[in-house]
Each structure stands twice: as C-alpha cells, then as structure tokens.
C-alpha cells in the first residue's frame, strides 16, 4: 500500500518560523507566534498568487465570508503561499482582499514544517504549497482540510464555505454575488439594499472603473443596470432580483 504523501498535523503546534514581510517602504518580521498564539485563526494556503483557482475563487470567498468569520470567534484569517512579499502584497492589492493578511513563505518553510510543501518544476513553479486550509487554535491544529493527492491542482474541500460550516454549522452560507452598477443609478441603490436586507455580501462592479459598456452587454446581454449574478447565474435588474428574492 503506498503511504499517503499529505498527513494532517490535527493536535500538532504549527511550525514556528519567522517571515520577512514588506510594509509600505519598511521591512517587518512578522512570527507564527505572533500570528497564532492566544487566537483563533483560520489559514488557507495555496500554490501561487495570481494563479487561476487561487485569484478567482480561492481568496475572494474568504475575504466575502470574513465577517461571518469574526461573528463566530475567528481574530484573523491568514493567506499562506510560497511566494515572496512583493508578490503576496501586490496580490492583495489587486484582489481588494483588505479582509485577508497574506503571509509570504517565501522560502517554504512554513509550507516544509507542514508537511505540504510539493514540486511543481514541471510547471516552472519550483516548490510550492499544495493546497489545504486548517484552523489553529493558540497554535495548535485543531482541523485540517486537505485537498486529494490527484494530478493537477484540486480544489473540493479548503475552500471557504467548507471552512464556515465546520466552525458554524448552524450559519447559512449565502451564494456569492456579483453586481454591475453605475455611479448615481437609483436603481442600483435599490438592488444593493434588497440584498443587504436578505442578508447577501456582494462584489460590486461599477462601470467606468472597474468595466465598460461592452463588458457589461457581452457579460449580461443587456446594456442597462444594475446587473445581478447570484451563485454564477444571471438575475437581471432590480426588478428581477426583488421577484428572485420574494
């Protein structure tokens, strides 16, 4: 029988290492024992910034589901990936996650210490994260979610929700949503209010920074807003999404 590759650490300490992080034009040293000790912590970590699962899905459903974090005892999640600060920092910018720290392991140590450190030279990465997420409790693992030993880069259980609902099983986990609006639209304030009031946390994107007229009708079909996707599927306009909601 082959011996599994990825052991969960559950009951374990995390490793203690040290990661040199950059803040503003400043170097800081930021220890697993400052991030872990005397808190509740959820951790994700995955095999690159920038990469396709990791930007579009991975990170944002954290940062959205944040708040229902905190509401049930977490004091910080923590992004862990191989990568170096610059990188890790400039990630977090693009994706707006303000609701993450982004931890760089630049050198795999952490990653090493974990048991989830993996060759990706077919790939021009070099060593990586395989992809898991764990909540540690005073720096001690109390659950690990760790994704299956198959080829490619599988994504079936450290996502966020899955997170969520071992922590709060009792928590209703709302499908993402996306919606386009333009500055000034009186029915974009509706819409947003109507998901505010059934309890939904949305990506907002407004025209004329963040897309275009032409990104909008080749997204939706339509050329008016506010536009309304829930779960990956079209809604519409306010008008659909109070009748949606009803």
């Given at each position: 029988?082959?011996?599994?590759?990825?052991?969960?650490?559950?009951?374990?300490?995390?490793?203690?290492?040290?990661?040199?992080?950059?803040?503003?034009?400043?170097?800081?040293?930021?220890?697993?024992?400052?991030?872990?000790?005397?808190?509740?912590?959820?951790?994700?970590?995955?095999?690159?910034?920038?990469?396709?699962?990791?930007?579009?899905t991975h990170l944002p459903r954290y940062n959205a589901l944040a708040k229902k974090f905190e509401k049930h005892g977490i004091d910080e999640i923590v992004c862990v990936s191989v990568?170096?600060?610059?990188v890790m920092n400039a990630w977090a910018a693009d994706q707006e996650a303000d609701n993450i720290t982004v931890i760089p392991d630049g050198n795999g140590e952490f990653t090493d210490g974990m048991g989830m450190l993996v060759d990706k030279a077919e790939l021009g990465f070099g060593k990586r994260s395989w992809r898991y997420s764990m909540l540690v409790k005073d720096g001690v693992v109390e659950k690990m979610f760790i994704e299956p030993d198959v080829p490619g880069d599988p994504f079936e259980v450290s996502d966020a929700d899955t997170?969520?609902?071992?922590?709060?099983?009792?928590?209703?986990?709302?499908?993402?949503?996306?919606?386009?609006t333009k500055p000034g639209c009186p029915y974009c304030a509706k819409a947003k209010t109507l998901l505010g009031e059934k309890g939904y946390e949305f990506e907002e994107i407004v025209l004329g920074k963040d897309a275009s007229l032409t990104s909008l009708t080749a997204i939706s079909g339509r050329e008016t807003v506010p536009q309304v996707f829930i779960g990956g599927k079209h809604i519409g306009g306010s008008d659909d999404l109070e009748a949606f909601l009803a």
């Open positions: 029988m082959t011996e599994a590759r990825f052991t969960s650490k559950e009951g374990q300490k995390v490793p203690s290492v040290s990661f040199p992080c950059r803040e503003g034009e400043s170097w800081v040293t930021k220890t697993t024992d400052e991030i872990f000790t005397y808190r509740n912590v959820v951790v994700f970590s995955l095999p690159g910034a920038f990469t396709p699962t990791c930007s579009s990568n170096d600060t610059f997170m969520l609902a071992y922590i709060a099983p009792e928590e209703e986990s709302k499908a993402p949503v996306s919606i386009i």
